[in-house]
């Protein structure tokens, strides 16, 4: 897979422009995505309303699989579509909601 990081400027705070260095890692888990980013939030000092974290499907394509919020979980699609958690970082494992998680 891969992970997608940006911090992305707030509107609301007057910033315009990009905040930090975007970065494109490879990572084997939702797990390994989930703590890549929060290391990229605190490297940044990124707030919530900064932060891009997608993941990628190398092999289909480039197909997005998933997003990263500001917590740390890792959700099925794009952000701000309701996507199903795949990931919790407070649980460590993956999520079940009744739905097979997400074959990479």
């Known amino acids: ?4 990081l940006r911090g992305v400027g707030n509107p609301d705070l007057q910033q ?3 905040v930090s260095e ?3 890692l490879e990572v084997g888990s939702f797990a390994e995505a989930s703590k890549r980013t929060r290391e990229y939030i605190e490297e940044w000092n990124l707030g919530g309303g900064n932060l891009v974290a997608e993941i990628f ?3 289909r ?6 997003h990263v919020s500001y917590n740390g979980r890792v959700w099925k699609g794009t952000a701000g579509l ?9 649980s460590q494992k993956q999520c079940t909601n009744n739905e097979p998680a997400i074959t990479i």
Do not use: E, T, V
């Open 1 to 4: 897979m891969i992970l997608k």
């Open 16 to 18: 315009y422009a990009d």
């Open 22 to 24: 975007p970065r494109i």
């Open 57 to 59: 499907d190398k092999r």
């Open 61 to 66: 394509n480039g197909r997005q699989l998933a």
């Open 82 to 90: 309701d996507g199903k958690p795949l990931y919790s970082p407070s």
